[in-house]
């Protein structure tokens, strides 16, 4: 049977986010929870004339290799994420775990081992992406798991998805470019700017932007989105910040970030839970320390934290900078294996000056 909003959701990927062109090789991955829209947009890549590749991703094997595998299994590159970075035309990520909290067991050295194989290959994805030859987007679908990670019941979370991803409405592309023109005036606005100054509870950081490229995330390669980012310059960053929201990553939950900055770099770190898994990050490698992303959340449609990035780093009135790998198209310099994001809220008690005129208070752009 027919299920219509899964069809819509296929189409807005398919043919906005990614605008999937004949003839074109597109990976389709996801965990297999999600079979109804993998199939969905195997059938809209095939109504577009081009060429569909799906790759299932089943749970439960990723940690047991990190757990049982040797160095060199670890660090062996498949063939199937190897093509998909290197060479596919597009790639469209569909996450659906039933589990998040698989990775929890797992050594956070051996994650580290596994990640920094894949640094290379990282890097080259980022940069196919920044020069046009790989176009790539990420959704996430409604799970059991997920919904109770967001303290919610499954519909209702099923519902707060729909309405994050704007498929609410009669005309979700008509949405998201409204959202992008809204965007587009704060970018315009930066743009030139220089210095950029947080002050909140427990935090009073600065950046550097000059020079750097504002780009303008409308539900192309996030779904859903609604964030302008940057990459800061890599040395600039100095002061000390409190990221409000937990970072949930590899299975595990880091509460009460604290991070203190000197010309760019991470000087010391705590966290009041999981913060030998935070500094065994850090030690990645040499640009693990450093931003590779600065980015303001301007999706005022969500506003609930449900512990999942893909939606948190969007909160319309929050701050998120990510450690380790920048986006080359924003003039980022920073070569790392991770990139980590990390979310300070301000929608209570925060400010935002940007070369001294004041650009947000409490969470409200004032411009």
């Not at 199937?80 to 469209?92: G, L, S």
């Not at 519902?159 to 409405?169: I, N, P, T, V, Y």
């Not at 950081?205 to 996030?222: E, F, I, K, P, Q």
Request: aromatic share 8%; charged share 25%.
């Amino acid at each position: 049977m027919k299920n219509p909003l899964i069809e819509k959701w296929a189409k807005a990927l398919v043919g906005y986010s990614v605008e999937v062109r004949p003839g074109q090789n597109v990976v389709i991955m996801g965990q297999t929870a999600a079979e109804d829209l993998l199939v969905a947009c195997a059938k809209e890549v095939i109504a577009a004339g081009a060429h569909p590749i799906i790759w299932p991703q089943v749970e439960g094997v990723a940690p047991y290799l990190l757990t049982h595998g040797s160095d060199e299994q670890l660090q062996w590159l498949s063939p199937f994420e190897t093509y998909a970075r290197t060479e596919a035309d597009v790639m469209i990520n569909i996450r659906a775990e039933t589990n998040t909290r698989r990775m929890n067991e797992v050594d956070p050295t051996r994650q580290r081992l596994y990640t920094s194989a894949r640094n290379e290959l990282s890097a080259t994805y980022m940069q196919r992406a920044a020069d046009g030859e790989l176009d790539w987007t990420l959704t996430l679908y409604p799970t059991d798991a997920y919904a109770q990670d967001a303290d919610m019941d499954t519909a209702a979370f099923t519902d707060f998805c729909m309405k994050a991803m704007k498929l609410d409405q009669d005309d979700p592309v008509a949405a998201w470019q409204e959202l992008h023109d809204d965007q587009q005036r704060l970018i315009d606005w930066l743009d030139g700017k220089s210095e950029i100054r947080l002050t909140s509870p427990d935090t009073d950081l600065t950046v550097n932007v000059a020079g750097r490229t504002w780009v303008n995330s409308d539900g192309r390669r996030n779904f859903p989105s609604g964030e302008i980012f940057t990459g800061p310059v890599e040395t600039s960053a100095n002061g000390h910040i409190r990221f409000s929201f937990p970072v949930v990553t590899g299975g595990r939950r880091i509460e009460d970030i604290r991070l203190k900055f000197e010309d760019g770099k991470v000087v010391d770190a705590t966290a009041s839970k999981n913060e030998e898994y935070l500094i065994t990050t850090l030690d990645t490698d040499a640009g693990a320390r450093y931003l590779g992303e600065f980015a303001f959340g301007t999706n005022f449609g969500i506003q609930t934290f449900i512990g999942n990035i893909l939606f948190d780093e969007k909160i319309g009135g929050t701050v998120h900078m990510a450690l380790g790998r920048g986006y080359p198209e924003t003039g980022s310099h920073n070569v790392s294996a991770i990139h980590w994001d990390m979310i300070c809220d301000l929608r209570e008690g925060g400010e935002i000056t940007v070369d001294g005129e004041l650009f947000q208070k409490d969470g409200t752009f004032v411009i």
